[in-house]
């Protein structure tokens, strides 16, 4: 049996008061949607890192069937790249263990929700961890979906973190629990992509094209 691993990562900077409810309430029905045939071949576990004044892992790498919520409140500044980079660190435990206990994993995830704004983020320059990240990036070896939540969201730094497979989107908060439920619903069609010649790219705009009506576009 493969392993899977999708780690959400969670704006919870001042700005995310108003929507961290319904991103927590979004988490919680894409568990509820999961089928129980997506386990048939494929063991997925769920993990949580937040980002706001600093970073935590709210849930560490846990079965699907066995995942819950905890609270989750907003705080300060957005250190979005110390969180990625956190997140990289995590998801290269989870593969040095399963590796180490002789368990195949699929190519982790990343699902980043943010509403971050203009260029400026938590991030201390002295820290590095942009340019970490950044670096940690050009491996590829994770496929990352990023969520903008607004208007005023920064495309250039949602560009920045994305590969060019999987462009990030723009929705409404309201849209949040909706638009996750993409990734309950199409995670084995995204995810066996790789079987076929029919590469994510593929597959990640066809299943966009059937949200259309959700996406704020340019």
Partial sequence: MKKHLITFLVDTSGSMYDKLESVKEA??????????????????EISVVTFGQDVCVLVPPTPAKEFN??????????????GLYQTFTLIDDWKSRNRTLGYPYYKPWIILITDIEGE???DLP???FEELA???????????????????VSRDILNQISFDEIKPVIIEIENIKEFLLIFSHEWEALLYQNLSDYTIKDRWQDTLSDYEQLLIRP
């Fill in 134 to 152: 950044l670096q940690r990036l050009k491996k590829k070896d994770v496929n990352i979906f990023s969520i903008g939540l607004g208007y005023d």
């Fill in 126 to 128: 002295d820290d590095r």
């Fill in 69 to 82: 919520m905890p609270q989750i409140t907003e705080w300060g500044l957005t250190c979005i790249w110390k």
């Fill in 27 to 44: 988490l919680v029905r894409f568990q509820l949607e999961l089928e129980d045939d997506f386990y048939y071949d494929t063991e997925l």
């Fill in 120 to 122: 400026n983020t938590g």
